[in-house]
């Protein structure tokens, strides 16, 4: 009975010893998988990349007349509206002309009081020149005294200065008939070109003044099938910008869709607003499909460069240092990490080439990198990295941790 007493208790104790052992190695194992840190990677990856400068606009008709007019008055009639398709030579505004035709008909009678003179004045050259013939063949015979002569070729000479001056008065009175009829024409406004009508400025019954400056009738767009951004490009990013580059942008009507274009102009003239410099950029677009119109916002992006195939990561990668100062550094040997170049490790605190760093073993392994262009979230690594890499760009927060 003792015996089996005893049995019992060292079944119990050993029991007891070995949940105690479990129990320690459970808290150990926990305990040490809790405080090992966890790392956010990325594998290194090929892929296309572009460096672009991005910047805002507004799209515009690549040429826009302000049709107006040259006289002042009230305006008749208006014969377009918004969006109206019109030809060169369409008639599209007329102004009250009884002024204009006034005056047409003021210059006329003008010219036809000077005609009449001149009638006369051709007459009484003609029998001056008849009286003087007439006197100086009496002249050679001695029938008349010279005196007559001189008054008869005064007289002669008198009345061709008359007839010059009342030809001259005509050409005048001509000239002032074809002024008047050309002020006549203004009355009438024709389209000068080929287009489409986007702003209309005026009403019938409207009075217009051209005292100081030409009022404005309409806008014609020449052809919306050809457009043109006009781009705002900080002066930070402006000497990336070259003509005919491409450009890509998109507008918020149709955030879906991305529109091709071309850079056709850098202007030289500054536009400065609270102290921050940009410049103009135009970038040409088609318009074949009719999405675009005049006055849209778009957001432009500029490609500075390209690349096809490259090896890249995310920029947080670069950014990113390990708590440990100690972290192991791997310093390619040969042309490339992924070349198959061998490295050797050393403990280095600070480098100012470009780092990443990598996960291996749990562990981050600091590497030096060659960058190329970046598109603002990736980078493309040109040396130091293999496809397939694992890299670190960030810490695993968790929430006990918080």
Known sequence: MNNK??????????????????????????????????????????TDLRSVIEATGTLDAVETVDVGTQISGTVKNVFIDYNSVVRKGDLIAEID?????????????????????????????????????????LAQKDLVATIDVDADKKALLTAEAQVAAVRAR???????????????GYTKIYSPVDGVVIAKN?????????????????????????????????????GGVKEGQKAQFTVDTHPTEVFEGKVTQIRLSPTTSSNVVTYTVIVKV????????????????LIVQEA????????????????????????????????????????VANNTVPTVYLLEKKAPVRTEVKKGITDGQR???????????TVITGIVVSAEGK
């Open 202 to 238: 005026v009403d019938s019954g409207q009075t217009v003044a051209a005292s100081y400056q030409t009022p404005s009738i309409a806008a014609i767009a020449r052809d919306l099938n050809q457009m043109q951004v006009e781009v705002n490009v900080d002066e930070a990013d402006i």
């Open 5 to 46: 007493r005893k049995n019992v208790n060292r079944n119990i104790i050993l029991t007891l010893i070995l949940f105690s052992i479990i129990a320690l190695g459970g808290y150990y194992f926990f305990s040490g998988k809790k405080s090992e840190i966890q790392y956010k990677t990325v594998k290194v990856t090929k």
């Open 308 to 347: 096809q195939g490259v090896l890249v990561v995310p920029n947080s990668a670069f950014r990113f240092k390990p708590v440990d100062p100690s972290a192991k550094v791997d310093m390619p040997m040969g042309p490339g990490r992924g070349a198959g170049g061998g490295g050797r490790r050393l403990n």
């Open 97 to 137: 002309s009884q002024t204009q035709e006034a005056d047409v008909l003021q210059a006329q009678a003008n010219l036809m009081s000077a005609k009449a003179d001149l009638m006369n004045y051709q007459a009484v050259l003609e029998n001056a020149q008849k009286n003087y013939k007439r006197t100086e063949m």
């Open 379 to 389: 980078t493309e690594v040109l040396s130091g990295l293999s496809e397939g890499d």
């Open 170 to 184: 005509i050409q005048q009175y001509e000239a002032s008939l074809a002024k008047s009829k050309i002020i006549l």
């Open 286 to 301: 088609q318009n074949r499909n009719g999405m675009l119109m005049p006055g849209m916002t778009a957001n432009v992006s």
